[in-house]
């Protein structure tokens, strides 16, 4: 059997995040529900309607042509690329040819092409029996960005990390919410199977909407012109889609040249000079990036390569994470840090993720937080009680010193006191302390247990545990 040696290129759209379409007043509103709702004359390619740039979607794409490190264009301009589908109303799509905005650039080591701006195309809504299709030109005209990779990737393992680090920093810049389930990301993926160094005939499969259908995509066309190859014959250049049923690529058309889409500039609206923005305010407006929060994460706080990428993932989250630490005087290296990741990553994402709150919305406070972990971390709380004031810390963003204070939640540590409920616990439950004696270590995690629950969760652990051993003899 022969060993193919597969190139990838990615080609990602992303629908970006501003208030009006790419060339009208319309509402970018990918939440609209009721079709053909956000419509105008211009974005549904009326006679003699004049199209108008918008200008956040310019910046955002320059935004991220600092990002990624490319070079932006001094000159740029939109040209039509002229082609039928039942949702371009204009007949053709005002995009970007051989003056995009931004040209080279790299993430992750993967070498880009160029990136651009464009609208994007309405809407087909089949119905369950595919017997008819409806339009919705809502989406159409919204301002969408392209990337396109070099054929510079070689496992599919590579290309979905670089989609999901790209998705990202889209994120990070506030430019796209990239939210693959809403249609907001898409990816093409082109694929060539070669024996040497020269590349082998390439395969666009379009339209993937998922990281899933990404891997699975590429996989199977991997296997796919492998099998074609070893059979003797030649693949051929053509665009596939992907059946997420089925699990199997399908053939759409045979793949468009530049020529085929007559690419002519468009006449409507002007080229644009780079110098006409402020370059140096966007360039300071792109924040601190995924990959260089990972490393000073990983050198300020020793945290492990997983529980950064674990913070990295939402960058709210990570400045919140940041904050919280803020607040301490202490040594950032001490065992806080440990501490206040764990409750931030379960307890607290947890509860969020129960009541489907995000952090713009949360009521704690940065600075709280750190304050409970405090207690926690100096045996003035129990884990037990930190859980419980973590709910009513969510619902009233009350500080956790207060509530400690106002219900009388520190935590017990004296003997004194607390061999008082142990003897009581012991006398209450002689069954268990018969199968403690009998060498069931579980009984005495049992009996601490019940003290807890006599204590309202305000015991220390640990003293109880040795007092209960002294007392057990």
Same mark, same amino acid.
């Given at each position: 059997?022969?060993?193919?040696?597969?190139?990838?290129?990615?080609?990602?759209?992303?629908?970006?995040?501003?208030?009006?379409?790419?060339?009208?007043?319309?509402?970018?509103?990918?939440?609209?529900?009721?079709?053909?709702?956000?419509?105008?004359?211009?974005?549904?390619?009326?006679?003699?309607?004049?199209?108008?740039?918008?200008?956040?979607?310019?910046?955002?794409?320059?935004?991220?042509?600092?990002?990624?490190?490319?070079?932006?264009?001094?000159?740029?301009?939109?040209?039509?690329?002229?082609?039928?589908?039942?949702?371009?109303?204009?007949?053709?799509?005002?995009?970007?040819?051989?003056?995009?905005?931004?040209?080279?650039?790299?993430?992750?080591?993967?070498?880009?092409?160029?990136?651009?701006?464009?609208?994007?195309?309405?809407?087909?809504?089949?119905?369950?029996?595919?017997?008819?299709?409806?339009?919705?030109?809502?989406?159409?005209?919204?301002?969408?960005?392209?990337?396109?990779?070099?054929?510079?990737?070689?496992?599919? !393992? /590579? &290309?979905?990390?670089?989609?999901?680090?790209?998705?990202?920093? *889209?994120?990070? #810049? @506030?430019? %796209?919410?990239? +939210? =693959?389930?809403?249609?907001?990301?898409?990816?093409?993926?082109?694929?060539?199977?070669?024996?040497?160094?020269?590349?082998?005939?390439?395969?666009?499969?379009?339209?993937?909407?998922?990281?899933?259908?990404?891997?699975?995509?590429?996989?199977?066309?991997?296997?796919?012109?492998?099998?074609?190859?070893?059979?003797?014959?030649?693949?051929?250049?053509?665009?596939?889609?992907?059946?997420?049923?089925?699990?199997?690529?399908?053939?759409?058309?045979?793949? !468009? /040249? &530049?020529?085929?889409?007559?690419?002519?500039?468009?006449?409507? *609206?002007?080229? #644009? @000079?780079? %110098?006409?923005? +402020? =370059?140096?305010?966007?360039?300071?407006?792109?924040?601190?990036?995924?990959?260089?929060?990972?490393?000073?994460?990983?050198?300020?706080?020793?945290?492990?390569?997983?529980?950064?990428?674990?913070?990295?993932?939402?960058?709210?989250?990570?400045?919140?994470?940041?904050?919280?630490?803020?607040?301490?005087?202490?040594?950032?290296?001490?065992?806080?840090?440990?501490?206040?990741?764990?409750?931030?990553?379960?307890?607290?994402?947890?509860?969020?993720?129960?009541?489907?709150?995000?952090?713009?919305?949360?009521?704690?406070?940065?600075?709280?937080?750190?304050?409970?972990?405090?207690?926690?971390?100096?045996?003035?709380?129990?884990?037990?009680?930190?859980?419980?004031?973590?709910?009513?810390?969510?619902?009233?963003?009350?500080?956790?010193?207060?509530?400690?204070?106002?219900?009388?939640?520190?935590?017990?540590?004296?003997?004194?006191?607390?061999?008082?409920?142990?003897?009581?616990?012991?006398?209450?439950?002689?069954?268990?302390?018969?199968?403690?004696?009998?060498?069931?270590?579980?009984?005495?995690?049992?009996?601490?247990?019940?003290?807890?629950?006599?204590?309202?969760?305000?015991?220390?652990?640990?003293?109880?545990?040795?007092?209960?051993?002294?007392?057990?003899?």
């Amino acid at each position: 059997m022969v060993k193919y040696f597969p190139t990838i290129g990615l080609e990602i759209h992303a629908e970006l995040k501003t208030a009006t379409k790419m060339f009208c007043d319309c509402p970018n509103d990918s939440e609209e529900k009721h079709p053909n709702t956000n419509v105008c004359p211009i974005c549904l390619g009326h006679p003699g309607v004049l199209p108008t740039i918008n200008k956040k979607a310019v910046e955002a794409i320059i935004k991220i042509g600092f990002a990624v490190n490319g070079k932006i264009n001094g000159q740029f301009k939109f040209d039509r690329k002229n082609y039928f589908y039942p949702d371009l109303p204009k007949g053709y799509q005002i995009s970007q040819y051989d003056q995009p905005m931004v040209i080279g650039g790299e993430v992750k080591s993967v070498k880009l092409n160029r990136v651009h701006l464009e609208e994007d195309a309405g809407k087909l809504v089949h119905s369950p029996d595919g017997k008819s299709t409806l339009v919705d030109f809502n989406r159409g005209g919204m301002p969408l960005m392209e990337l396109v990779t070099e054929p510079n990737m070689h496992s599919v !393992e /590579e &290309a979905v990390a670089f989609a999901k680090e790209f998705q990202l920093i *889209l994120r990070y #810049l @506030e430019v %796209s919410d990239a +939210d =693959l389930e809403k249609g907001q990301m898409r990816f093409d993926a082109n694929i060539s199977l070669s024996q040497g160094e020269s590349l082998g005939t390439k395969v666009e499969i379009k339209n993937l909407n998922s990281f899933a259908a990404l891997e699975e995509a590429i996989n199977y066309e991997i296997k796919r012109q492998a099998e074609i190859l070893n059979s003797g014959k030649a693949v051929h250049q053509e665009t596939r889609g992907w059946d997420d049923v089925k699990k199997v690529t399908t053939s759409q058309r045979s793949k !468009e /040249e &530049a020529h085929d889409y007559r690419y002519f500039p468009e006449p409507d *609206l002007p080229p #644009l @000079e780079s %110098s006409a923005f +402020d =370059l140096e305010s966007l360039r300071l407006a792109v924040p601190e990036l995924p990959a260089e929060k990972r490393k000073r994460f990983k050198q300020e706080f020793y945290l492990a390569d997983a529980e950064v990428n674990i913070l990295v993932e939402d960058r709210k989250e990570a400045e919140f994470f940041e904050a919280a630490i803020s607040e301490w005087q202490a040594d950032k290296s001490g065992g806080n840090i440990k501490l206040l990741f764990n409750y931030l990553t379960s307890d607290l994402r947890g509860l969020m993720r129960d009541r489907d709150i995000g952090f713009a919305d949360l009521k704690i406070m940065p600075e709280n937080f750190a304050d409970l972990i405090d207690l926690v971390s100096k045996n003035e709380i129990s884990s037990r009680v930190a859980k419980d004031l973590l709910v009513k810390m969510l619902d009233s963003g009350v500080d956790p010193r207060t509530l400690v204070e106002n219900e009388g939640l520190s935590q017990v540590s004296e003997e004194g006191a607390l061999l008082i409920t142990v003897k009581k616990v012991i006398e209450s439950n002689l069954a268990a302390v018969s199968d403690y004696k009998k060498g069931k270590g579980n009984a005495l995690q049992f009996l601490i247990g019940k003290a807890m629950a006599e204590l309202k969760g305000r015991g220390n652990p640990a003293v109880l545990r040795d007092l209960f051993e002294k007392e057990l003899k």
